[in-house]
């Protein structure tokens, strides 16, 4: 123990410390292998452990046009539609209850819903409306409890996360002098305390946001930065990566590409992604016990490719989307939109109902319902 001391003292005299944790920080990062070439379709008998379909039926004359978000809760489903400009929610029996959809002025208002984070310890709804820089607070049965004003609401951001009493906000854009991708507010008469991870220069007038790049898993926020392979913990302090997203040299956005000139806007931002080929737009992160999941771009392709990480295993699963070998004419190509417990969630388009391989007359499906799958995967 002395000569090990001893060491790290000598060792700590003739270079920074902070510079050796920073060194090991990387060296011993967990590696996640994504590689495009190998994101091919697989079947849903292959990788499921479990399989659950979840129909949801809003009442007559409302209609679901996109998941922004979807929440499980004390057997309550939540469906957070950015379009409505409203939370819906609904029972395990996939009948809706009630929604948030509380837009105007006033106490318990907003004007529209820039992002919702749904608070499962504290059983609340809370409504972010950037617009007027304001958090419009519910309860789980979607009744009023509070508002908050943010403070100096130019440090805020469009993303919205709620964690170990701080709110944090994704900037898409660098906000004058301050560059940080994500600002640090405090949670009562929300203030701003600080901003890190510094949103390259390249990008700084990009405004591109994508959809689920963080994910809270037990103690911890997770983050992947646009044009930054890897995920951060973030806490209220600062962020260190603890996963590196490893792929193929011809995949790779140039260094020099991300540290060169600004970009003038998003447009020239995908037209560069796409004649580089290369992999970006990580999103999707979700994480429960045993696996990660996630979304990422490649180049000209319309479409996302997917990725499942195995915790225990270390191997990646990259796949375009889910068939079925009992029912071969399915094609599930949506992302990951959500986890329940070990579950994944994944929405159904609704020209695939009739490929499902579950008898679906048992729904009781209406002209707009909607089908959730959840997705137990098997070790691989």
């Given amino acids: 123990m002395r000569k090990t001391g001893l060491y790290l003292f000598l060792i700590c005299s003739f270079f920074s410390c902070d510079n050796i944790a920073s060194q090991n920080d990387t060296i011993f990062l967990k590696k ?108 789980f049965q979607g009744k009023f409890i509070e508002e908050k004003n943010i403070n100096s ?69 997770f983050y992947i930065p646009l044009l930054d392979n890897k995920i951060y913990s973030v806490s209220a302090n600062d962020a260190k990566p603890v996963y590196e997203l490893i792929l193929p040299e011809k995949y790779l956005v140039p260094e020099k590409l991300v540290n060169g000139p600004a970009m003038e806007d998003y447009n020239e931002f995908l037209g560069i992604m796409s004649n580089q080929g290369a992999v970006y737009g990580f999103s999707h992160l979700f994480m429960n016990e045993n696996y990660i999941a996630g979304s990422y771009k490649e180049g000209y392709q319309p479409w996302s490719l997917k990725f499942i990480y195995s915790k225990r295993t270390g191997k990646t699963l990259n796949y375009t989307k889910l068939k079925s070998h009992v029912v071969p004419s399915l094609n ?46 098997k070790e691989f």
């Fill in 32 to 139: 996640i292998e994504i590689n495009p070439q190998e994101a091919t379709p697989k079947f849903l008998e292959d990788l499921a452990e479990e399989t659950v379909f979840t129909p949801l039926t809003p009442p007559f004359g409302l209609k679901i046009k996109k998941i922004d978000r979807v929440f499980f809760a004390d057997s309550l489903i939540f469906i957070l539609d950015k379009s409505l400009d409203a939370v819906l929610i609904f029972g395990k029996d996939g009948k809706m209850l009630n929604k948030i959809p509380a837009k105007g002025k006033g106490q318990g208002k907003f004007t529209q819903i820039t992002d919702v984070f749904f608070d499962k310890i504290e059983k609340k709804v809370e409504v972010y409306d950037g617009a007027i820089s304001k958090i419009v607070i519910y309860d």
């Fill in 153 to 221: 609401p130019e440090k805020s951001g469009a993303m919205f996360y709620k964690f170990n009493n701080n709110y944090f906000f994704e900037r898409i854009t660098v906000i004058k002098a301050d560059k940080g991708r994500l600002s640090v507010f405090s949670n009562n008469n929300p203030s701003y305390k600080k901003s890190f991870l510094e949103i390259p220069n390249s990008i700084s007038n990009v405004a591109y946001g994508v959809n689920f790049n963080a994910a809270i898993f037990r103690d911890s926020l």
């Fill in 332 to 377: 599930v190509s949506g992302s990951v939109i959500g986890n329940n417990g070990d579950y994944f969630i994944i929405n159904i388009h609704h020209l695939q109902y009739e490929n499902l391989p579950v008898n679906t007359s048992k729904f009781k499906l209406k002209g707009n319902s909607i089908i959730l799958m959840q997705i137990k995967f």
